[in-house]
């Protein structure tokens, strides 16, 4: 019995001895696995930084982003982790971006513009992104071939272009005005907005607008745009209007399509009467509209066109280079706009 009860004791121990060196086994093995977890997590977390493409007009240059892997990269995050869109975008998007354009990531200087909010619609974002990987040789050829136009017209110093997708939430339902395709964010920096049904000739009238801010700004023609007037916007946005028609006479824009119905004699007037406001209340009436004051969406759009056109007609031979340096004030004088009816 003795014996027995040994051999018992013993096959129990050994027993328990191999249940603990099985567990041992097993949390090793957890161990592992839980490292392998975090290194892929903390790849996944980790940005591959964008090769541009460049291209050189005379001695302009051009560095061409493509946020296209940064926007997949985005959609894989978001849908790990769908709390955490804002830093997800920041990590995938906006921050490389910053770092791309102003080579430093400037915080929520640019990250907070409405345009650059994180796309909520991940579904229709991986869809558009699928997309548009069927364009994207085509959509460069335009793009470069823009550039190629507007640098040959008006050279500048070198700039960066940035291609992102449109976010899904702001190109369903919105006037082609108030979604635009394009922003020239500084004086070497634009920042292009892309989608699947994207008319090529209506991103290349938008690169040849945006390139003429750029040069715009380099000039210093376009400082300290806070304080501007209501006249100065309106014939800054006049002039790169005027710029990007030359360039693409064809391209409609619908904005700009029955003008003269739009801006009344009151509309006008009223403009006028507010022309040397710098008030971003005034701004903001003759851009988003005021149906109280009888102002349509795009008023200082409209009349900055109406301005430039005024005065292009009765300075027909005046070059691009003269009239980019010409004040607000003598552009509205040299139209004779304020003393026109309109047409």
Not at 132 to 148: F, G, P, Q, T, V
Not at 156 to 180: C, R, W
Not at 273 to 282: A, M
Not at 319 to 329: D, H, K, N, R
């Amino acid at each position: 019995m003795k014996k027995s009860l040994a051999g018992i004791v013993l096959c129990s121990a050994l027993f328990s001895s191999a249940c603990s060196v099985e567990l041992v086994e097993t949390d090793d093995l957890t161990d592992t696995e839980a490292k392998v977890e975090l290194a892929q997590e903390e790849k996944s977390k980790q940005v591959q930084p964008i090769e541009p493409s460049t291209m050189k007009v005379g001695n302009q240059k051009f560095g061409l982003f493509s946020y296209y892997s940064s926007f997949d990269h985005y959609i894989k995050l978001a849908k790990k982790n769908p709390n955490s869109l804002e830093e997800s975008y920041a990590l995938a998007v906006t921050e490389p971006f910053q770092t791309n354009a102003f080579g430093e990531v400037k915080g929520t200087m640019y990250a907070d513009y409405w345009f650059f909010t994180p796309p909520k619609d991940i579904i229709p974002l991986q869809s558009e992104l699928q997309a548009l990987s069927d364009r994207e040789e085509s959509l460069y050829i335009a793009i470069e071939d823009a550039l190629k136009k507007s640098a040959e017209m008006l050279p500048g110093s070198d700039k960066t272009v940035h291609i992102f997708l449109a976010n899904p939430a702001y190109t369903h339902g919105k006037t082609q005005e108030l979604n635009p395709l394009g922003f020239a964010l500084a004086q070497d920096v634009i920042v292009l907005f892309v989608t699947s049904i994207l008319n090529e000739e209506d991103l290349q009238h938008t690169i040849a607008h945006e390139y003429f801010h750029m040069i715009d700004m380099e000039r210093g023609t376009a400082d300290n745009s806070m304080s501007s007037t209501l006249l100065e916007v309106a014939v800054m946005e006049g002039k790169a209007e005027a710029f990007a028609r030359m360039n693409y006479p064809e391209t409609k824009q619908d904005w700009i399509l029955n003008a003269d119905e739009k801006i009344t004699e009151e509309t006008k007037a009223l403009f006028l009467e507010e022309k040397d406001s710098p008030e971003i209340e005034i701004w903001n009436d003759f851009y988003y509209g005021n149906p109280v004051v009888e102002v349509p969406p795009f008023a200082s759009h409209i009349i900055g066109y109406d301005i430039m056109q005024k005065f292009l007609k009765q300075h027909p031979d005046m070059p691009v280079e003269e009239w980019l340096e010409l004040t607000a004030e003598e552009i509205l004088a040299g139209s004779e706009y304020a003393t026109l009816k309109s047409n």
